[in-house]
């Protein structure tokens, strides 16, 4: 791939890396490629970040045929760039990408242009704990149109934001409400794909949670508002009698790279994971007789987020004390661990920028 | 609402009053106004229709923060201009908002905006038979941030387009296939709005129908797949035994303008009209023993567009052999005579611009 590249006039100022948040600053760069029917993807160039022309009729702001990806940067003691198995959000783009009926971007084109752009971006990656460089390719309908139907032209484009925590509790325990009115995703729909309508759905239920004094919302699944499915960005999963349980990804779940991570993990640790639909009625009684042990999500900006108490129909229960589980933790340092190049790589996760 | 006005350096050509299609083609000038926490509305302007500059991290691109409209305006022989029951589009404009957590416009605003703008492109509504201008307001979420939550900035806009018949066929029956792989919406969900994230979901229902030679795709409800919903961009409506069968608006159906007008008609006629759930097997059922009389869908772009065919898991039921029926006709009939001034408006339903 052929990478055209536009200088920026004046570098921005670092921002200090103790108050990153979540996704309020963007580098100097961004990265940006066409496709047209015509001449397939063309156009690609690294150039300053700044606005972007629309027309007014483009498809995007109309019938949201817009999807995206979300993985991290970590820069080691050595000064490597790291990035997590990036490979693995190539194929969820697509995946995303075809259920949406939006051209599908070559997954070694996906990776090459993330590495690219964070190549030049290497001074960006913020170094202290906890800290990363997010990395959010996007693509989305830019024909202009009015009736509804594949568009016959997209953009893509790499934007970067150096990061800290995304909950404001870090790895501290989150309470998570139980969401039985508003619905997430259900089969035939597009649950398994990181398209913006999953989100624009999304953001009532955790308005609400918010309300109620909660981080976050654990969906139940559509049809019999009976097994539980994930949390906002997040996948769920929960440790009772010992054994991890947690939704099975059959078309209404996002199929986490961190959930994948953590299931291989846990299985070379010797236990035993169990992808299957955990009804709430289960869950709550496991957490009334104290065989729910430990509960937590997993996602890429939150890494491991441990679950300290969960909410349904008026009724709460705390999991472990509101503490940080024996596990969770485990898993937490496992992964950081490998993500910052700490700890020896066994599975071949990490994916060096040069 | 103060609008300021910024005037074109060039008027366009206008487009073949006999070949506009549908939503090809826009006017001069467009409506913009913004939304901010601290300002409220500002900045209404009506300005050359072109590129709008949208920041790359805009929420809109990501998490599909959007709403949208779709209503027409008519002219009728004597040179008058009129909308067509513009407050019913305020009143959904302001549910679609409050589903998706975005700013919610007053009716009152909605329909001025609108009439401002047709008002000053009045020479762009064409008047041969079957042609309109359609109108179409969005909003869409502006703040640049990468975490999801409600926007604290929108765009609200007007685009116009002066349009021929939706589908290829006209007024003719069009061949429906009954979708029971991919689901619209489910209780919960975001059915009942127009927002971006339920047409990108659709779209590929409906290049699976194209595809094997239908118009257009019936949706089943999401949670048993045994009610018929609605169709791609219509209501959906059966006479069955002389009683006009149509979905109920309870959370997963687009409460269409039309619909709405459909059922006040066909009261006022002394039809029987019932919005209830029809499963799929009676309706097929009716369709071979022939006590289905006719089938249509009613929408804005489509009007009245009659149902000829009906597939459902391989078989078809062929719908009044294929030939518009007399209500269908009655309906188109008389909707379009009301909307073109040519028909009394007894119910109060035409808006006229100034
Ligand atoms: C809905 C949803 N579920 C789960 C996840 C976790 O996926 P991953 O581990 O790939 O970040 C995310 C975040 O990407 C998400 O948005
Ligand atoms: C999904 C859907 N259903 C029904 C309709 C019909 O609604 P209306 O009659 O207000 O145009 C539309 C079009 O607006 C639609 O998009």
């Given at each position: ?11 921005k100022?670092?921002?200090d ?12 760069y ?61 194929k ?5 990408n075809?259920?949406?009926c ?12 993330i ?29 202009s ?48 794909a ?33 097994y539980v499915?994930?949390?906002?960005t997040?996948?769920a ?6 054994k ?6 059959d ?15 846990l299985?070379?640790?010797g236990?035993?994971?169990e ?12 957490g ?12 890429t ?7 300290g ?12 004390d ?6 969770t933790?485990r898993?937490?340092?496992?992964l950081?661990?490998?993500q910052?190049g700490?700890?020896?790589?066994s ?8």
């Open positions: 791939m052929e990478v055209k590249f536009i200088p920026t006039e004046q570098l100022e670092k921002p890396e103790n108050a990153l948040g979540f996704g309020n600053y963007f580098t100097d961004m990265f940006t490629m066409d496709w047209t029917k015509e001449k397939g993807w063309h156009n690609a160039v690294i150039e300053p970040y700044g606005s972007i022309q629309l027309d007014p009729a483009s498809m995007v702001l109309h019938y949201a045929q817009e999807t995206f990806e979300g993985l991290k940067a970590y820069k080691t003691k050595e000064g490597k760039v790291l990035l997590f198995r990036p490979d693995m959000n190539a969820r783009f697509a995946n995303s075809r259920r949406l939006m051209e599908v971007l070559p997954e070694e084109m996906f990776v090459d242009a590495a690219t752009l964070v190549s030049r971006e290497k001074e960006w990656i913020p170094t202290i704990e906890g800290t990363s460089l997010y990395i959010r390719p996007f693509m989305f309908a830019t024909e149109a009015v009736g509804v139907h594949p568009s016959n032209a997209y953009k893509f484009m790499i934007v970067l934001s150096p990061v800290g925590a995304y909950y404001p509790e870090g790895v501290n325990p989150v309470k998570i409400y139980v969401e039985d009115e508003y619905v997430r995703a259900t089969k035939g729909g597009t649950g398994f990181k398209c913006g309508g999953n989100y624009a759905a999304s953001i009532a239920a955790q308005v609400k949670a918010e309300k109620l004094g909660y981080t976050q919302v654990l969906w139940l699944d559509g049809v019999e508002r009976k499915e994930e949390v906002g997040m996948n999963m929960f440790i009772i009698d010992r991890i349980i947690t939704a099975p990804c078309g209404t779940v996002l199929p986490g790279v961190t959930r994948d991570s953590v299931i291989q993990l299985k070379s640790w236990y035993v994971v992808e299957r639909p955990l009804a709430i009625d289960e869950l709550m009684e496991a009334r007789n104290k065989t729910l042990q430990e509960a937590f999500g997993t996602g900006a939150a890494v491991i987020s441990p679950i108490e969960l909410s349904y129909k008026g009724e709460s229960i705390i999991i472990n509101f503490q940080t589980g024996e596990i933790q898993l937490y340092d496992t950081t661990g490998i910052w700490k700890l020896e790589d599975f071949h996760w990490t994916y060096e920028v040069n």
